[in-house]
């Protein structure tokens, strides 16, 4: 019987066979953030990576049973999408030590799956009609721009951000952002998507979310360097898509692509893990309560 991670897992192999990379563009930036149209509150983690793929124009999302409670209903032949609820539990198991007895406490993932549609898929009670078209505006450059700088600037306990080389990394041990210099690039938009990724690296710091695949040892190529590298990616795009900026690091190449799908195949639960941890990155970036990155459904 396929798990969670088995039918996530499989929808992104999909998407990527098709040369579609969901984590690089997670929304519909004219449409905003996926969301529940009951609730009104933006689906999280990979859900947002799921759903901003799908191709709609409109935002909202609602259950099969929503739709019908409501007075619409759901065309007859529209598949639903899957997303996750997902969040760590705690459970205590029983541990034996050298004849003595001693109870811990370990964090157990919770992974449920449902599905939804968008209600252009099917037809509202006429109250409800504007929901089913987007209204996209005309960005502005210069507020896109300013939005950038105000994540830059609010992000709680940044790191240093140095400008000393022509190349982008992050170095733990003196917790150091380095970037090339912004006219380095053809376009500032490419700066601050690049940057975003750094910073979303120096959010596994052992003094903010002391993240494993930061702080452990972990080689290049290896399963923790690929799911880091996947966090920075995605969370990175988050970020981009809240200051409605172009993720400007997109790589399409066949190579690039192959990769994750070799990588992805082998390891079913990297992709709804890795996207949990960048939705606690982009969280902790935007001082939002990073505790509530864990749980994935609106």
């Known amino acids: 019987m396929a798990t969670v991670y088995d039918v996530i897992t499989e929808r992104i192999v999909q998407k990527l066979q098709q040369g579609t990379i969901p984590w690089h563009k997670p929304w519909n930036s004219a449409a905003g953030l996926p969301q529940n149209l009951f609730s009104q509150k933006a689906y999280r983690g990979i859900n947002v990576r799921m759903l901003g793929s799908a191709g709609y124009t409109s935002p909202y999302w609602v259950t099969f049973k929503q739709a019908k409670e409501i007075g619409g209903y759901v065309r007859k032949g529209e598949q639903g999408f899957p997303v996750v609820f997902w969040k760590w539990l705690e459970g205590r198991e029983k541990l034996e ?7 811990a406490t ?57 400008h000393s080389d022509a190349r982008a990394y992050y170095t733990p041990l003196h917790d150091t952002v380095n970037m090339p210099v912004c006219g380095l690039f053809p376009k ?28 452990d040892l972990c080689p290049f ?30 790589d399409n190449s066949a190579a690039y692509i192959q990769s994750w799908l070799t990588k992805l195949k082998n390891d079913t639960r990297l ?27 609106a």
């Open 188 to 215: 500032v938009e490419h700066y601050y998507s690049v940057l975003f990724h750094e910073l979303t690296h120096s959010t596994g710091h052992w003094q903010r979310l002391h993240r494993q695949t930061l702080t």
């Open 221 to 250: 190529g290896s399963t923790n360097y690929s799911k880091e590298e996947l966090v920075a990616e995605m969370g990175a795009a988050f970020l981009c898509g809240v200051a409605g900026i172009a993720n400007e690091m997109v």
């Open 271 to 297: 992709i709804i893990l890795a996207a949990a941890q960048a939705q606690k990155a982009a969280d902790y970036i935007l001082g939002k309560d990073a505790e509530k990155a864990e749980t994935l459904l």
């Open 97 to 103: 030590e050298r004849e003595e007895s001693r109870t």
């Open 106 to 162: 370990r964090r157990v993932p919770l992974a449920r799956l449902y599905y939804v549609f968008n209600v252009q898929q099917g037809d509202l009670p006429t109250r409800l009609q504007p929901f089913l078209q987007s209204k996209p505006e005309s960005p502005d450059p210069q507020s896109q721009l300013a939005a950038c700088e105000e994540i830059l600037t609010h992000m709680p306990n940044r790191p240093t951000i140095t």
